[in-house]
């Protein structure tokens, strides 16, 4: 199978906290909220792509990572050059 002109469109994020990273990918990132559906999943839009962030099923385990994505100098490059600087559109950072 040859994936290379195949678009990415839609990302699952798997989380503990659904209520948790509701707040975070809405209220800290600012990134759109467009819905929510059981079981445990809610929908964002991020450019062309939406994140689907959610609760894995019972048994069900995400795939492991060598390390936090969010301490990858990858990602936080990726954050620094990608995301645009705090506008006045976007709800106020909390701690």
Known sequence: MNLSDAAVT???IPVDDLEGAIAFYRDTLGIPLLFTAPPMMAFFKSGAIRLLVGVL?????AQAARRSISRSPTFRTFIRRSWPRASSSAPPRTS
Do not use: C, D, N, T
Not at 57 to 61: C, D, I, L, Q, S
């Open 10 to 12: 839609q990302v699952m």
């Open 57 to 61: 099923p019972a048994g069900e385990k």
